[in-house]
């Protein structure tokens, strides 16, 4: 008696192809890979994308010793929607207590151009921008199409397959890669019989989330409004008003009556009016950020800015660098508002470090004139730390957008350090390509420590440094001289005490050199 290999009791799985078998297996083990190829007829192909995220980091441990207690973190997660709830009550005692489900969305987008394995990356991310905003990822579709469709963006056949697979799920909202038209939006509503909502809308809920300061705040919501403004849709007869009655005087009632006003119109000038007053108010918060920035360069102190693409890093790397204890977080733009802290160097040369928003790929344009007062620390910084994600699939193009919005900011003549963070969950092959492509960088890892020596050298080396060398015979009764040498803006070569007074060879700036200039000496 031969024995027979045991296939299973599910006949199905028998006809399965051996990379089918395997896209099945990497989907339960939860790795990271496209499902199989989803096909349409027409004009088009269509690929099916599922999997994490891959814009999420696959951390072990999210937080450093160097990150404090984060305080802020566990409020924000304390009110954080919990999966898998439903809303409906079967007891009318639940009321109280219920707690919304989170949406449940699909994915689509297009591949116009470049490789399928961009297409599917800027899909990945975006279902870690709806993981982020507090939504269920259930599914995901890339057309390949030259250009988008003026009706429905994904053009008709596609539009109706994405509703099958709309209600194949249960999803309630269907998210697009890309910035819609509204023509386009109501197009796709209009088949798919869901919410439908873009990248743009996407990215200002989150920022809407996350906005703590008051002019945050301010700058999230005027950027709302902008993008909502043309896109404000009526609903019939409903919105229109009449002008009847006596109007403008006696008599005056037949032949003035008419289409009046609708309530769109009211509704746009209302939405004008409160973006005239946002505007005033974030100008009004502007002087005291740019006091700030007047001070620190009267007193000549060197300031560096920690940019980079959203959840690289940043603001792991200004814990480790100054112990700021700002929040942390493994989730897209999960700091908004920019942190300054203080930092010397290892011979005691102080300069500034600034934490600042994150950037992404097609960022709105609406957020980049709204917080450009606050993007304008990266403009007028010495030195610009840009933080790259070593362990992302695709780090030259998370480096080519970040740049995109420096030169929006005219940031591009900023002297520019590439931080290669997430050292140690790079792929070592990915790190030497960077290394060869990018001359000017380090290799660090913000949450172990490592690089972090290399980095500390690296902003010593670059920030700019006092430039007035003065040989000083100062007397002992002059204790406060030797103490403004002693603090962040003079660079001390040598110091002997001799029976006249302290003989110092110092490096200082101009401002401090006129002040010094009686006690210099001529040997």
């Given amino acids: 008696m031969t024995s027979q290999p045991n296939t299973g009791s599910d006949p199905a799985a028998q006809d399965m192809s051996p990379e089918e078998i395997q896209a099945v297996i990497d989907r339960i083990l939860a790795k990271d890979v496209p499902a199989k190829s989803r096909t349409s007829g027409g004009a088009g192909n269509g690929k099916a994308v599922l999997g994490k995220a891959q814009a999420i980091s696959f951390l ?14 566990e409020e924000r997660r304390a009110l954080r929607r919990t999966a898998g709830l439903s809303t409906e009550l079967e007891d009318v005692t639940e ?49 390949r199409r030259a250009k988008p469709d003026p009706g429905t963006f994904l053009g008709s056949g596609k539009a109706l397959e994405l509703k099958d697979v709309v209600m194949s799920t249960g999803a309630d909202t269907v998210v697009v890669d890309a910035e819609l038209a509204p023509s386009q939006r109501r197009g796709l509503e209009d088949i798919v019989k869901v919410k439908v909502i873009d990248r743009t809308a996407l990215i200002l809920d989150i920022f809407a989330q996350h906005a703590k300061s008051r002019e945050g705040k301010a700058q999230v919501e005027l950027a709302q409004l902008e993008y909502l403004l043309p896109r ?9 008003r009449q002008a009847g009655g006596q109007v403008g005087g006696a008599a005056a009632g037949m032949g003035s009556r008419g289409p009046g006003e609708t309530k769109i119109e009211l509704d746009r000038r209302r939405i004008r009016t409160r973006m005239a007053k946002l505007r005033r108010e974030i100008a009004a918060m502007k002087p005291a950020r740019e006091t700030k920035r007047a001070n620190r360069r009267r007193n000549a102190v060197p300031s560096v800015a920690i940019a980079g693409y959203t959840n690289a890093g940043k603001s792991s790397l200004l814990n480790r660098l100054t112990d700021a204890g700002v929040l942390v977080e493994n989730a897209l733009f999960a700091t908004l508002d920019p942190t300054v802290r203080k930092a010397e160097t290892a011979d005691g040369l102080g300069y500034t470090l600034a934490d600042t928003v994150g950037f992404v790929r097609s960022l709105p344009t609406q957020l980049v004139e709204a917080f450009r007062s606050t993007l304008e620390e990266v403009a007028d910084s010495d030195l610009i730390l840009h933080v790259v994600d070593a362990s992302h699939p695709d780090p030259e193009g998370q480096i080519a957008a970040v740049r995109k919005v420096f030169a929006e900011v005219d940031a591009r003549k900023v002297p520019e350090i590439i931080v290669l963070n997430k050292a140690d969950a790079a792929d070592p092959f990915v790190l030497e390509r960077l290394k060869q492509r990018e001359p000017r960088h380090v290799v660090v890892s913000a949450r172990t420590g490592q690089g972090i020596a290399e980095l500390l050298k690296a902003i010593s080396d670059s920030i700019p440094r006092p430039g007035v060398k003065l040989e000083l015979l100062i007397p002992y009764n002059r204790g406060d001289l030797i103490s403004k040498l002693h603090d962040s803006d003079a660079e001390i070569i040598s110091m002997d005490h001799v029976e006249a007074g302290t003989r110092a060879v110092v490096m200082v700036r101009e401002g401090l050199a006129a002040e010094l200039e009686s006690f210099a000496v001529n040997d």
């Fill in 60 to 73: 072990d441990e999210e937080h450093s010793e160097y990150d404090g207690d984060q305080q802020d973190l």
């Fill in 95 to 143: 009321v109280e207590y219920r707690q919304l489900r989170l949406e449940r969305v699909v994915l689509a987008g297009l591949w116009s151009d470049g490789t399928l394995a961009d297409a599917e990356n800027s899909l990945r991310e975006l279902a870690a921008l709806a993981e982020t905003a507090g939504s269920e990822v259930l599914d995901g579709l890339v057309q």
């Fill in 232 to 240: 404000l849709r009526g609903w019939g007869e409903s919105m229109s």
